[in-house]
């Protein structure tokens, strides 16, 4: 029988995938994809609201939180074979996709690849840029910032780019949990990741062909990927929802749990109502109407 609970292990080709799996089995699965450099944990307050009528399923990816490194270069091309290989794993079909940051990229790579194996797509404080090449630039800088002076510097200076500046006031906790999260992750994966970030592709082109519901979310005072990189999304998706959320900037689902949270709940109950109309309907026929 499949196992659910916080901080399961699964072998994966190979690697192994730390990963949180709540709710009921039988339920709607809402995998969610964290930002760099996070981890799963960053999903708690997602995880503890929608549990009880989902299945909830946030994974590390390799190199982050408790999954292991592995010896590949890391590519977001990469990280989806990963995102597909654990699905097969643990026979998830069609999941919603709910991807922050770069777990975004992720996600709308997945969607645009493997399009028949998704339902649905959360994108939140994400973009279809590429990286300029003077974003590339920095990254580089960063990694022989972070070989030079070490993690811990670099988790304090990221931290002042990832919140809203209410949120140094407002959220202390959910900050000292993001310098843990920064802190935990090696000197390596972070280099290679940010490697894989400043070679990755732009999507925007292919957005028009995306036919999944889309609900994209940014924080209102968002400074990496800003209201107008969300609202460029939205143009391009066909039908797509936007939710700026207020009181957040970079990390919205922690910033803003309540609204997050709220909308989130709001754009999953166009897949409850399927189950509940055929369930409807197959009453009905089998009343004679
Ligand atoms: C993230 O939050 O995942 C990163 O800010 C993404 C990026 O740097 O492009």
Known sequence: MQ?????????????????????????????????????????EHQIESLK????????????????????????????????????????????ILCGLSMGGYIALNAAIKYPEHFAGLVLSDTQCLADSSDAKRKRMNTIENIQE?????????????LFSSESFTKNKKEISQVRDMI??????????????????????SKLQDI??????????????TPPVAAQLMHEKIQGSQIKVIDHAGHLANLENP??????????LQQFDEKPLALTLARGLAL???
């Open 258 to 267: 309540v609204e997050f949270n709220y909308q989130l709940k709001s754009f």
């Open 211 to 224: 036919e999944i519901p889309v609900l994209i979310m940014v924080g209102k005072e968002d400074k990496i």
């Open 149 to 161: 002076h070490g993690v811990e510097i670099y988790a304090e200076v990221s931290i002042k780019n």
């Open 52 to 95: 009880e009528n989902y299945r909830v399923i946030a994974y590390d990816i390799r190199g982050h939180g408790s999954s292991d490194a592995g010896k590949e270069n890391y590519s977001i091309d990469l990280f989806v074979a990963d995102l597909l290989r654990f699905m097969d794993t643990l026979h998830i079909t069609k999941p």
């Open 183 to 204: 802190v935990g992750t090696t000197a390596q994966s972070l280099s290679y990741t940010l490697f894989a970030l400043s070679e990755r592709k732009g999507t925007c």
């Open 3 to 43: 196992s659910t609970g916080k901080n399961l292990k699964i072998v994966v080709d190979n690697l192994t995938v730390s990963y949180d799996d709540e709710g009921p089995l039988d339920a709607q699965t809402i995998l969610f994809i964290h930002g760099f450099p996070l981890n799963k944990s960053m999903w």
């Open 287 to 289: 009343s004679g109407y």
